[in-house]
């Protein structure tokens, strides 16, 4: 079965400082990459996916990640952040058995 | 626009009780998901169905069974409630056909067994 690794669970930055989320995924076979967004209070929304082509997808917000299939990993990044972007990120793995794995999430705040 | 319902954002039931989540999706789905969310664990899967009276364990299933008698339908079971089963309880579906796409969430239910 698939498993996913976030790293550094609290985050916590100033605004316009840039941010980058790690996730690593195992799973040997062919799969999709998801990150999704929880807002204080809301439920979760999808920021951005990867299923095959370009490995750097660009998502809503202007979040964006890259695909390394060598490293198993799929980082977010997003260059300059706002107060707003304060929320959880999960990283989620979705492989043949469409079992759709999640890792333990990042906790961001941004301070304005 | 896409929706998953949980028929309840806040529950509080006693140790030992019987309790149900229901949850229902009107995109014709044929995955349905059953999560647990508590800080610091992300989300952990329960069960999962991908088709009608079909379900699979996840990696955290005891304590919990499931129905699903219809499609749109997935419920959750609590057999006898207990206090570690305080927890933000999340469903969610997604396409069969094609792996290529994303689970959607309900807005979840905030379960506290006293």
């Known amino acids: 079965a698939q498993s996913v690794s976030q790293h550094n669970h609290h985050v916590i930055l100033s605004e316009a400082a840039s941010l980058e989320l790690g996730c690593n995924y195992s799973?040997?076979?062919?799969?999709?990459l998801f990150w999704y967004v929880q807002y204080p209070g809301q439920h979760l929304q999808l920021l951005l996916k990867?299923?095959?082509?370009?490995?750097l997808v660009k998502g809503i917000k202007g979040f964006e990640a890259e695909f390394i299939k060598s490293k198993f990993s799929f980082n977010l990044r997003k260059p300059s952040v706002q107060w707003s972007d304060t929320a959880e990120y999960f990283c989620a793995v979705n492989g043949w058995n469409n079992r759709l794995a999640f890792g333990k999430g990042n906790q961001v705040v941004v301070i304005p | 626009d896409v929706k998953v319902t949980q028929s309840s954002r806040y529950l509080v039931k006693r140790t030992g009780e019987k309790v149900f989540l229901e949850c229902v999706q009107d995109m014709d789905h044929e995955n349905m998901f059953w999560y647990r969310q508590d800080p610091g664990l992300g989300l952990r899967l329960i069960y999962f169905?991908?088709?009608?009276?079909?379900?699979e364990k996840g990696d955290i299933p005891e304590g919990y069974s499931v129905s699903r008698e219809k499609k749109e339908r997935f419920s959750l079971i609590l057999e006898s409630a207990s206090t570690n089963q305080t927890s933000m309880y999340l469903c969610?579906?997604?396409?069969?056909?094609?792996?290529?796409?994303?689970?959607?969430f309900g807005q979840g239910t905030r379960l506290t067994v006293v």
């Open positions: 799973y040997g076979g062919t799969v999709n």
């Open positions: 169905s991908y088709d009608v009276k079909m379900k």
């Open positions: 990867y299923f095959s082509g370009d490995p």
């Open positions: 969610a579906s997604s396409l069969w056909r094609n792996m290529n796409t994303e689970a959607f």
